[in-house]
Nanobody
Framework: QVQLVESGGGLVQPGGSLRLSCAAS?????????MAWYHQAPGKQRELVAV???????NYADSVKGRFAISRDNAKKTVYLQMNGLKSEDTAVYYC?????????WGQGTQVTVSS
């Protein structure tokens, strides 16, 4: 059974930083999977924030370009999201996703709240 566990969320002031982690466990050959971070604000649909491929290529939503950075450590089976220059509109639950063809796994999410 595959499990993705996010951590690192919390309350931060505007302009602050957070680093989210998503650790994978179970029957998952981590390095074979593309990884992504999504967020979902109250009353809104879940949206893609950042993606990192098995080869290390990255892509970002326009709203976070230049502020967020996704990375992965295959040895630790972990994907990270470094979030800098946080804004109130970044407030959401952040989810990580592992995907390979039709195989998709989600974490349970971690809350990020940006407020003064």
């Amino acid at each position: 059974q595959v499990q993705l566990v996010e951590s690192g969320g919390g309350l931060v002031q505007p302009g602050g930083s957070l680093r989210l982690s998503c650790a994978a466990s179970g029957n998952l050959f981590f390095s074979n999977y593309n990884m992504a971070w999504y967020h979902q604000a109250p009353g809104k649909q879940r949206e893609l924030v950042a993606v990192i491929t098995t080869g290390g290529s990255t892509n970002y939503a326009d709203s976070v370009k230049g502020r967020f950075a996704i990375s992965r450590d295959n040895a630790k089976k972990t994907v990270y999201l470094q979030m800098n220059g946080l804004k109130s509109e970044d407030t959401a639950v952040y989810y990580c996703k592992a995907f390979l063809a039709a195989r998709i796994y989600w974490g349970q999410g971690t809350q990020v709240t940006v407020s003064s």
